[in-house]
Protein backbone atom coordinates (compact mmCIF):
# COMPACT_ATOMS: atom_id res chain seq x y z
CA UNK A 1 0.00 0.00 0.00
CA UNK A 2 1.25 3.64 -0.87
CA UNK A 3 1.02 6.42 1.40
CA UNK A 4 0.76 9.80 -0.34
CA UNK A 5 0.00 13.23 1.85
CA UNK A 6 -3.49 14.28 -1.15
CA UNK A 7 -1.74 17.82 -1.25
CA UNK A 8 0.73 16.10 -2.94
CA UNK A 9 -1.29 13.75 -5.03
CA UNK A 10 -3.49 16.40 -7.04
CA UNK A 11 0.06 18.20 -7.21
CA UNK A 12 1.66 15.87 -8.90
CA UNK A 13 -0.91 14.59 -11.12
CA UNK A 14 -1.96 17.86 -12.12
CA UNK A 15 1.31 19.21 -12.97
CA UNK A 16 0.40 22.76 -11.58
CA UNK A 17 3.28 24.18 -9.99
CA UNK A 18 4.45 27.78 -9.78
CA UNK A 19 7.32 29.77 -12.06
CA UNK A 20 10.26 29.03 -10.63
CA UNK A 21 11.95 32.63 -9.90
CA UNK A 22 14.55 32.06 -12.19
CA UNK A 23 14.07 32.43 -16.15
CA UNK A 24 16.02 29.35 -16.29
CA UNK A 25 13.13 26.61 -15.12
CA UNK A 26 9.94 27.78 -16.26
CA UNK A 27 8.01 24.83 -17.46
CA UNK A 28 4.64 25.10 -18.78
CA UNK A 29 1.82 22.73 -17.10
CA UNK A 30 -1.39 21.66 -17.49
CA UNK A 31 -4.07 19.14 -15.59
CA UNK A 32 -4.52 15.47 -16.77
CA UNK A 33 -0.76 15.47 -18.41
CA UNK A 34 -1.49 11.58 -18.32
CA UNK A 35 -3.71 12.49 -22.20
CA UNK A 36 -0.09 13.40 -23.74
CA UNK A 37 1.45 9.82 -23.12
CA UNK A 38 1.41 7.38 -25.87
CA UNK A 39 -1.12 4.90 -25.58
CA UNK A 40 0.31 2.13 -28.00
CA UNK A 41 3.33 0.31 -28.07
CA UNK A 42 4.20 1.21 -31.66
CA UNK A 43 4.32 5.11 -31.22
CA UNK A 44 5.70 4.67 -28.33
CA UNK A 45 8.46 2.81 -29.54
CA UNK A 46 9.43 5.30 -32.52
CA UNK A 47 9.45 8.19 -30.01
CA UNK A 48 6.16 9.21 -29.77
CA UNK A 49 5.78 10.28 -33.47
CA UNK A 50 2.27 10.01 -34.86
CA UNK A 51 1.29 13.31 -37.00
CA UNK A 52 2.48 11.73 -39.92
CA UNK A 53 3.04 7.77 -39.71
CA UNK A 54 1.18 5.63 -41.43
CA UNK A 55 -2.52 4.68 -40.59
CA UNK A 56 -2.95 2.11 -38.11
CA UNK A 57 -5.66 1.10 -35.29
CA UNK A 58 -4.47 3.82 -32.78
CA UNK A 59 -4.66 6.11 -35.43
CA UNK A 60 -7.63 8.35 -33.47
CA UNK A 61 -4.44 9.21 -30.42
CA UNK A 62 -1.94 11.17 -32.93
CA UNK A 63 -4.41 12.84 -35.49
CA UNK A 64 -8.23 11.32 -36.30
CA UNK A 65 -7.31 12.62 -40.13
CA UNK A 66 -5.51 9.31 -40.82
CA UNK A 67 -8.57 7.44 -40.40
CA UNK A 68 -9.59 8.31 -43.79
CA UNK A 69 -6.99 6.55 -45.21
CA UNK A 70 -7.57 2.99 -43.37
CA UNK A 71 -7.60 0.04 -45.81
CA UNK A 72 -11.53 -0.33 -46.96
CA UNK A 73 -13.95 -1.59 -44.94
CA UNK A 74 -11.32 -2.58 -42.37
CA UNK A 75 -12.24 -3.10 -38.46
CA UNK A 76 -9.76 -3.76 -35.87
CA UNK A 77 -9.50 -3.51 -32.10
CA UNK A 78 -6.63 -2.45 -30.05
CA UNK A 79 -5.50 -2.76 -26.76
CA UNK A 80 -2.38 -1.30 -25.17
CA UNK A 81 -0.95 -1.69 -21.33
CA UNK A 82 1.51 0.26 -20.29
CA UNK A 83 2.68 -0.19 -16.60
CA UNK A 84 3.21 3.20 -14.69
CA UNK A 85 6.49 3.54 -12.59
CA UNK A 86 6.78 0.25 -12.97
CA UNK A 87 9.79 -0.03 -10.35
CA UNK A 88 8.73 1.95 -7.48
CA UNK A 89 5.01 0.56 -7.06
CA UNK A 90 3.42 -2.47 -9.08
CA UNK A 91 -0.65 -1.31 -9.16
CA UNK A 92 0.07 2.10 -11.44
CA UNK A 93 -1.00 1.64 -14.85
CA UNK A 94 -2.27 2.88 -18.34
CA UNK A 95 -4.57 0.92 -20.07
CA UNK A 96 -6.36 1.95 -23.54
CA UNK A 97 -8.70 0.18 -26.07
CA UNK A 98 -9.56 1.25 -29.26
CA UNK A 99 -12.17 0.20 -32.05
CA UNK A 100 -11.32 1.66 -35.20
CA UNK A 101 -13.45 0.73 -38.95
CA UNK A 102 -12.96 1.88 -42.43
CA UNK A 103 -16.73 2.88 -43.37
CA UNK A 104 -15.50 2.82 -47.18
CA UNK A 105 -12.23 3.94 -49.27
CA UNK A 106 -13.13 7.61 -47.93
CA UNK A 107 -14.11 8.09 -44.63
CA UNK A 108 -13.30 6.40 -41.10
CA UNK A 109 -14.76 6.37 -37.58
CA UNK A 110 -13.43 5.01 -34.37
CA UNK A 111 -13.93 5.11 -30.60
CA UNK A 112 -11.41 5.02 -27.84
CA UNK A 113 -11.54 4.43 -24.17
CA UNK A 114 -8.03 5.69 -22.22
CA UNK A 115 -8.04 4.65 -18.39
CA UNK A 116 -5.62 5.52 -15.72
CA UNK A 117 -5.65 3.88 -12.67
CA UNK A 118 -2.93 5.18 -9.61
CA UNK A 119 -3.29 1.91 -7.12
CA UNK A 120 -4.21 1.51 -4.22
CA UNK A 121 -3.17 5.16 -1.42
CA UNK A 122 -3.54 5.53 1.99
CA UNK A 123 -4.06 9.51 1.66
CA UNK A 124 -2.46 11.54 4.44
CA UNK A 125 -3.11 14.92 5.16
CA UNK A 126 0.55 17.64 5.40
CA UNK A 127 0.72 16.42 9.22
CA UNK A 128 1.18 12.72 8.18
CA UNK A 129 -2.17 11.56 9.63
CA UNK A 130 -4.36 9.43 7.96
CA UNK A 131 -7.31 9.79 5.94
CA UNK A 132 -7.96 6.34 4.43
CA UNK A 133 -7.31 4.52 1.95
CA UNK A 134 -8.41 5.42 -1.94
CA UNK A 135 -8.31 3.95 -5.54
CA UNK A 136 -7.37 7.49 -7.58
CA UNK A 137 -8.43 7.25 -11.26
CA UNK A 138 -9.17 8.74 -14.27
CA UNK A 139 -10.59 7.46 -17.64
CA UNK A 140 -11.07 9.44 -20.94
CA UNK A 141 -13.87 8.42 -23.79
CA UNK A 142 -13.75 9.40 -27.29
CA UNK A 143 -15.34 8.78 -30.75
CA UNK A 144 -13.33 9.83 -34.01
CA UNK A 145 -14.55 10.66 -38.14
CA UNK A 146 -12.69 11.03 -40.50
CA UNK A 147 -13.03 11.82 -44.35
CA UNK A 148 -10.46 12.13 -47.43
CA UNK A 149 -10.93 15.76 -49.09
CA UNK A 150 -8.96 14.53 -52.49
CA UNK A 151 -7.07 10.95 -53.25
CA UNK A 152 -4.04 12.60 -50.74
CA UNK A 153 -5.71 14.41 -48.16
CA UNK A 154 -7.71 14.33 -45.70
CA UNK A 155 -9.32 15.50 -42.59
CA UNK A 156 -10.50 14.35 -38.92
CA UNK A 157 -12.12 15.39 -35.76
CA UNK A 158 -12.43 13.94 -32.57
CA UNK A 159 -14.85 14.67 -29.15
CA UNK A 160 -13.28 13.52 -25.78
CA UNK A 161 -15.06 13.27 -22.61
CA UNK A 162 -12.63 13.59 -19.64
CA UNK A 163 -13.51 12.52 -15.81
CA UNK A 164 -10.27 12.64 -12.95
CA UNK A 165 -11.55 11.58 -9.51
CA UNK A 166 -7.73 11.80 -7.86
CA UNK A 167 -8.84 13.62 -4.64
CA UNK A 168 -11.96 10.88 -3.88
CA UNK A 169 -14.15 13.58 -2.71
CA UNK A 170 -11.95 14.61 0.11
CA UNK A 171 -11.06 18.21 1.74
CA UNK A 172 -7.89 19.54 0.52
CA UNK A 173 -6.41 23.01 2.20
CA UNK A 174 -9.75 23.62 3.30
CA UNK A 175 -11.79 22.63 -0.02
CA UNK A 176 -14.05 20.65 -0.72
CA UNK A 177 -12.62 18.48 -3.57
CA UNK A 178 -14.92 16.47 -6.70
CA UNK A 179 -14.07 14.84 -9.37
CA UNK A 180 -12.60 17.13 -12.30
CA UNK A 181 -15.24 16.84 -15.46
CA UNK A 182 -14.25 18.46 -18.81
CA UNK A 183 -15.02 18.07 -22.66
CA UNK A 184 -12.46 18.19 -25.45
CA UNK A 185 -11.48 18.23 -29.03
CA UNK A 186 -9.33 17.33 -31.91
CA UNK A 187 -8.74 18.44 -35.34
CA UNK A 188 -6.46 17.40 -37.84
CA UNK A 189 -5.16 17.11 -41.59
CA UNK A 190 -2.61 14.95 -43.20
CA UNK A 191 -1.43 14.37 -46.04
CA UNK A 192 -0.36 10.63 -47.86
CA UNK A 193 1.15 10.88 -51.32
CA UNK A 194 1.74 7.98 -54.20
CA UNK A 195 5.27 5.86 -54.26
CA UNK A 196 7.62 7.07 -57.20
CA UNK A 197 10.42 5.13 -58.61
CA UNK A 198 13.79 6.30 -57.93
CA UNK A 199 17.21 4.72 -58.52
CA UNK A 200 17.84 1.02 -58.36
CA UNK A 201 14.54 -0.12 -58.54
CA UNK A 202 13.53 1.15 -54.90
CA UNK A 203 9.92 3.49 -54.36
CA UNK A 204 9.31 6.51 -52.57
CA UNK A 205 6.95 8.61 -50.57
CA UNK A 206 6.11 11.05 -48.61
CA UNK A 207 3.42 12.18 -45.62
CA UNK A 208 2.37 14.69 -43.45
CA UNK A 209 -0.07 15.52 -40.84
CA UNK A 210 -0.69 18.70 -38.34
CA UNK A 211 -3.32 18.09 -35.25
CA UNK A 212 -4.39 19.96 -32.59
CA UNK A 213 -5.44 17.70 -29.26
CA UNK A 214 -7.20 18.44 -26.22
CA UNK A 215 -8.44 21.82 -27.00
CA UNK A 216 -11.49 22.27 -24.57
CA UNK A 217 -12.79 23.56 -20.80
CA UNK A 218 -10.39 24.19 -17.86
CA UNK A 219 -11.07 21.13 -15.28
CA UNK A 220 -11.63 22.17 -11.77
CA UNK A 221 -11.07 20.00 -8.61
CA UNK A 222 -13.34 22.14 -6.16
CA UNK A 223 -16.31 24.45 -6.75
CA UNK A 224 -14.40 27.53 -5.24
CA UNK A 225 -10.57 26.47 -6.26
CA UNK A 226 -8.74 27.71 -9.56
CA UNK A 227 -9.40 25.94 -12.96
CA UNK A 228 -6.38 23.98 -14.71
CA UNK A 229 -6.08 23.90 -18.29
CA UNK A 230 -6.04 21.08 -20.14
CA UNK A 231 -3.18 19.75 -22.28
CA UNK A 232 -3.93 21.11 -25.06
CA UNK A 233 -1.42 20.41 -28.15
CA UNK A 234 -0.30 21.37 -31.44
CA UNK A 235 1.29 18.45 -33.28
CA UNK A 236 3.13 19.37 -36.73
CA UNK A 237 4.79 16.20 -38.65
CA UNK A 238 6.25 14.64 -41.57
CA UNK A 239 7.45 11.31 -42.97
CA UNK A 240 9.42 10.07 -45.43
CA UNK A 241 9.18 5.75 -46.83
CA UNK A 242 11.55 4.32 -49.20
CA UNK A 243 10.54 0.68 -50.72
CA UNK A 244 13.56 -0.53 -50.53
CA UNK A 245 12.36 -4.29 -52.58
CA UNK A 246 8.87 -6.43 -52.47
CA UNK A 247 10.07 -6.74 -48.72
CA UNK A 248 12.06 -4.40 -47.24
CA UNK A 249 10.41 -1.09 -46.27
CA UNK A 250 11.85 1.94 -44.24
CA UNK A 251 9.87 4.83 -42.69
CA UNK A 252 11.55 7.82 -40.92
CA UNK A 253 9.54 10.43 -39.23
CA UNK A 254 10.03 13.57 -37.41
CA UNK A 255 7.70 15.56 -35.31
CA UNK A 256 7.53 18.84 -33.80
CA UNK A 257 4.96 19.32 -31.09
CA UNK A 258 4.00 22.14 -28.59
CA UNK A 259 1.47 22.88 -25.94
CA UNK A 260 -0.73 25.42 -26.36
CA UNK A 261 -1.23 26.54 -22.75
CA UNK A 262 -0.21 30.01 -21.19
CA UNK A 263 3.42 30.07 -19.94
CA UNK A 264 3.63 30.71 -15.94
CA UNK A 265 5.03 33.94 -15.10
CA UNK A 266 7.85 34.54 -13.38
CA UNK A 267 6.55 35.70 -9.57
CA UNK A 268 7.94 37.55 -7.11
CA UNK A 269 8.91 36.84 -3.26
CA UNK A 270 5.50 38.23 -2.34
CA UNK A 271 3.64 36.38 -5.54
CA UNK A 272 3.84 39.57 -7.88
CA UNK A 273 4.02 39.11 -11.72
CA UNK A 274 7.76 39.95 -12.45
CA UNK A 275 7.39 39.42 -16.23
CA UNK A 276 4.82 37.35 -18.42
CA UNK A 277 1.54 37.61 -17.67
CA UNK A 278 -1.73 36.24 -15.76
CA UNK A 279 -2.92 33.13 -16.75
CA UNK A 280 -6.04 32.52 -14.63
CA UNK A 281 -8.59 34.63 -16.18
CA UNK A 282 -7.61 33.21 -19.80
CA UNK A 283 -10.44 31.09 -21.97
CA UNK A 284 -8.76 28.07 -23.55
CA UNK A 285 -8.76 30.04 -26.99
CA UNK A 286 -6.78 32.36 -25.28
CA UNK A 287 -4.62 30.10 -23.96
CA UNK A 288 -3.97 29.00 -27.53
CA UNK A 289 -3.03 32.39 -29.06
CA UNK A 290 -0.93 33.15 -25.76
CA UNK A 291 0.92 30.49 -25.95
CA UNK A 292 2.29 31.75 -29.27
CA UNK A 293 2.69 35.55 -27.88
CA UNK A 294 6.44 36.04 -27.47
CA UNK A 295 5.38 39.10 -25.18
CA UNK A 296 3.71 36.85 -22.72
CA UNK A 297 6.68 34.72 -21.58
CA UNK A 298 9.26 36.22 -19.25
CA UNK A 299 12.14 34.55 -21.12
CA UNK A 300 10.51 36.13 -24.84
CA UNK A 301 10.74 34.68 -28.19
CA UNK A 302 13.58 32.53 -27.20
CA UNK A 303 11.53 30.63 -24.27
CA UNK A 304 8.61 30.77 -27.23
CA UNK A 305 11.31 28.26 -29.06
CA UNK A 306 12.08 26.72 -26.10
CA UNK A 307 8.91 25.23 -25.89
CA UNK A 308 9.08 22.85 -28.76
CA UNK A 309 9.89 19.11 -27.93
CA UNK A 310 11.34 17.14 -30.94
CA UNK A 311 10.06 13.36 -31.70
CA UNK A 312 12.50 11.37 -34.35
CA UNK A 313 11.52 8.30 -35.45
CA UNK A 314 12.10 5.28 -37.45
CA UNK A 315 10.58 1.72 -38.75
CA UNK A 316 11.78 -1.37 -40.77
CA UNK A 317 9.09 -3.50 -41.92
CA UNK A 318 9.88 -6.92 -43.78
CA UNK A 319 7.21 -8.43 -45.70
CA UNK A 320 4.62 -6.51 -43.40
CA UNK A 321 5.25 -9.20 -41.34
CA UNK A 322 8.09 -8.33 -39.25
CA UNK A 323 8.75 -4.80 -37.22
CA UNK A 324 11.39 -3.09 -36.20
CA UNK A 325 11.42 0.44 -34.59
CA UNK A 326 13.59 3.10 -32.85
CA UNK A 327 13.30 6.54 -31.90
CA UNK A 328 14.33 9.39 -29.62
CA UNK A 329 12.62 12.61 -27.76
CA UNK A 330 14.11 16.05 -26.74
CA UNK A 331 12.28 18.26 -24.66
CA UNK A 332 14.46 21.54 -23.59
CA UNK A 333 16.42 20.85 -20.61
CA UNK A 334 14.94 24.42 -19.24
CA UNK A 335 11.23 23.26 -19.86
CA UNK A 336 11.03 19.76 -18.23
CA UNK A 337 14.22 17.83 -20.02
CA UNK A 338 12.85 14.53 -21.19
CA UNK A 339 15.12 13.01 -23.15
CA UNK A 340 15.05 9.19 -24.15
CA UNK A 341 15.32 6.81 -26.57
CA UNK A 342 12.68 4.06 -27.56
CA UNK A 343 13.17 0.72 -29.12
CA UNK A 344 10.52 -1.39 -30.20
CA UNK A 345 9.52 -4.30 -32.18
CA UNK A 346 6.17 -5.90 -33.91
CA UNK A 347 4.97 -9.12 -35.41
CA UNK A 348 2.05 -9.28 -37.92
CA UNK A 349 0.70 -13.01 -38.32
CA UNK A 350 -2.73 -13.02 -40.15
CA UNK A 351 -5.59 -11.24 -38.32
CA UNK A 352 -3.26 -10.60 -35.35
CA UNK A 353 -0.78 -7.86 -34.52
CA UNK A 354 1.55 -7.66 -31.22
CA UNK A 355 4.19 -5.17 -30.87
CA UNK A 356 6.61 -4.10 -27.87
CA UNK A 357 8.04 -0.76 -26.77
CA UNK A 358 11.02 -0.12 -24.37
CA UNK A 359 12.25 3.41 -22.84
CA UNK A 360 16.07 4.31 -22.13
CA UNK A 361 16.26 7.82 -20.11
CA UNK A 362 18.46 9.99 -21.88
CA UNK A 363 19.03 12.76 -19.31
CA UNK A 364 21.37 12.40 -16.60
CA UNK A 365 19.23 14.65 -14.35
CA UNK A 366 15.23 13.85 -15.42
CA UNK A 367 13.54 10.61 -14.61
CA UNK A 368 10.90 9.17 -17.01
CA UNK A 369 7.90 7.08 -15.13
CA UNK A 370 8.25 5.06 -17.97
CA UNK A 371 11.77 4.38 -18.05
CA UNK A 372 13.04 0.47 -18.59
CA UNK A 373 10.06 -0.58 -18.91
CA UNK A 374 7.96 -3.31 -21.76
CA UNK A 375 4.94 -1.54 -22.96
CA UNK A 376 2.18 -4.01 -24.81
CA UNK A 377 0.04 -3.49 -27.85
CA UNK A 378 -2.40 -5.88 -29.49
CA UNK A 379 -4.37 -5.09 -32.43
CA UNK A 380 -7.27 -7.59 -33.96
CA UNK A 381 -8.15 -7.64 -37.24
CA UNK A 382 -12.13 -8.55 -36.75
CA UNK A 383 -13.21 -8.58 -40.28
CA UNK A 384 -10.03 -10.63 -41.10
CA UNK A 385 -11.18 -13.01 -38.65
CA UNK A 386 -14.89 -13.25 -40.02
CA UNK A 387 -13.56 -13.54 -43.58
CA UNK A 388 -11.64 -16.91 -42.64
Known sequence: ??????????????????????????????????????PDSRAGAMGDVGAASTPDANSSAWNPAKLAFLENKKASMALSYTPWMSKLVPDIDLAYVNYTKALSDRQGISASLRYFSLGEINFTDEQGNSMGTFNPYEFYFDVAYALKLSDHWSAGTALRWIFSDIAQGQVVQGLQTKPGQSGAADLGFYYQGDYNNIKGGRRQAFSAGIAMTNLGAKIAYSESGNADFLPTNLRLGGGYHLEIDDYNKLSVYLDI?????????????????????????????????????????????EEMLQENIYNFGMEYKYNDFLFARTGYLHEHKLKGNRQYVTLGFGLAYQVFTIDMAYLIPASPTTRSPLENTLRFSMAFNIDGFLAQ
Open 257 to 301: NRLLVPTPPLLGTNGEIIAGVDDNDLTPLMGVFQSFNPASKPGGF
Open 1 to 38: MKKLSLALLILATTFKVSAQNDLKYNVVTTAVPILLVS
